[in-house]
């Protein structure tokens, strides 16, 4: 009962995050991107709780915010739900090598996530609209998302400190 509590928690904050993230009229210096912050919750689940409870979340975060921001089933959805997965997968694979590697640090692996998210995006419009040339676009969107994803990381390792007491009992 408490992990389900739990799980509704994270996915209500990741939903939450996402979609007033979207209604922000923040002057973007490239189109498409954006801040990411529902990835603190992806990071920190993953730490936390593991794999197929972060994916869970990024199914039901993008999913639920696709119906809340009316961009369900829309290229837009697409994007942020198959950005969501490959990247939850990616970090996922990183925090397993993390316990074997000390110099792999959450920050680390939220840059590698929003990395994942940017190049997965373009894959998959390109697809989309049958055109590589969009590939050309991922050194501007890292430009923006590396800064981004180490913020979300040092985020996301705060409240994975402030938090670890909850899990020790």
Excluded: C
């Amino acid at each position: 009962m408490r992990k389900l509590a739990t799980l509704s928690l994270l996915t209500s904050l990741a939903v939450i995050l996402h979609t007033v993230e979207a209604w922000l009229p923040i002057p973007y210096l490239l189109p498409g991107a954006k801040l990411g912050f529902a990835n603190i919750v992806a990071v920190y689940t993953l730490d936390v709780m593991g794999i197929k409870d972060a994916l869970l979340i990024g199914i039901l975060r993008t999913t639920i915010s696709g119906l809340l921001t009316g961009t369900f089933l829309t290229m837009g959805f697409f994007l942020s739900f198959s950005g969501a997965i490959v990247s939850t997968l990616a970090m996922g694979a990183a925090f397993y090598f993390k316990r074997n590697s000390p110099g792999l640090t959450v920050i680390g692996i939220s840059v590698l996530g929003a990395t994942v998210h940017n190049l997965t995006q373009l894959l998959v419009a390109s697809l989309i609209v049958r055109h590589t040339g969009l590939l050309f676009y991922l050194p501007y969107l890292l430009l923006f998302g590396v800064p981004t994803g180490i913020l979300v990381g040092i985020l996301a390792k705060r409240l994975i400190t402030v938090t670890a007491a909850l899990y020790r009992r």
